[in-house]
Structure formats: structure tokens, C-alpha cells
Nanobody, 123 residues
Framework: QVQLVESGGGLVQAGGSLRLSCAASGHTFSSLTMGWFRQGPGKGREFVAV????????SYADSVKGRFTISRDNAKTTLYLQMNSLTPEDTAVYYC????????????????WGQGTQVTVSS
């Protein structure tokens, strides 16, 4: 079993930055593909970013490319999402997720999910 706990969300002005963290426990962190997803008001959950087990490969949604950076510290069993140049369109609950299989952006492939952390970007 894997437990994931997100933190770092909050209220930020447009153009500002936040760094989200996801602390993992209950599993060998380095064996998991890790991803970030988000769900905005009135929207479905969507892919944001994913990182391979070693951290050597990353992929991003087009909407966040160049602004967000996903990273991981396997020694600390923690996943991060650095978010820069935030806009109101980034307002959402952000979820980290873990997948024991091959790296993928498919939401349905992820086996474990955190409870989410709210990010609100004011205009």
C-alpha cells in the first residue's frame, strides 16, 4: 500500500509561484512512477506532469510546459511540483499519484492517489 500526502497549496497572485510537495510512505518510492494531476472548478481531473522512477524522464501537459517543473527526491520519498507564472486557469485541487507500472499520462493507470491540495490563483 502507498499513502500520499500533498502539501504546499495556497492562495497566490497571478504571476506568482508555488511549490507543491507530495510525501509518500508505505512503499518503495523509487519503484513508482509519480505524477501530478489537477481538478479545477467544474472540471474533470486532468494530467499535469509525470516523472519516471529515476527522475530521468518527465512529461508535461501542454498547458503547463515551460512554467511547471516536476521533480522527485527518492531519498526523501517526496515528489515536487514547482509552479511558476501562475494564472487563474491554474486554480484547482492538485493531486499526486503513483503508478507501479510503465510511465504514462493516463489517469486510469495510477494506482494510488493523495487527497489533494488547493491552489488558488487570484487575478
Amino acid at each position: 500500500q502507498v499513502q500520499l500526502v500533498e502539501s504546499g497549496g495556497g492562495l497566490v497572485q497571478a504571476g506568482g509561484s508555488l511549490r507543491l510537495s507530495c510525501a509518500a510512505s508505505g512503499h518503495t518510492f523509487s519503484s513508482l512512477t509519480m505524477g501530478w494531476f489537477r481538478q479545477g472548478p467544474g472540471k474533470g481531473r486532468e494530467f499535469v506532469a509525470v516523472i519516471s522512477r529515476s527522475g530521468s524522464t518527465t512529461s508535461y501537459a501542454d498547458s503547463v510546459k515551460g512554467r511547471f517543473t516536476i521533480s522527485r527526491d527518492n531519498a526523501k520519498t517526496t515528489l515536487y511540483l514547482q509552479m511558476n507564472s501562475l494564472t487563474p486557469e491554474d486554480t484547482a485541487v492538485y493531486y499526486c499519484a503513483a503508478d507501479s507500472g510503465i510511465m504514462t499520462i493516463r489517469l486510469t493507470a495510477y494506482d494510488y492517489w493523495g487527497q489533494g491540495t488547493q491552489v488558488t490563483v487570484s487575478s
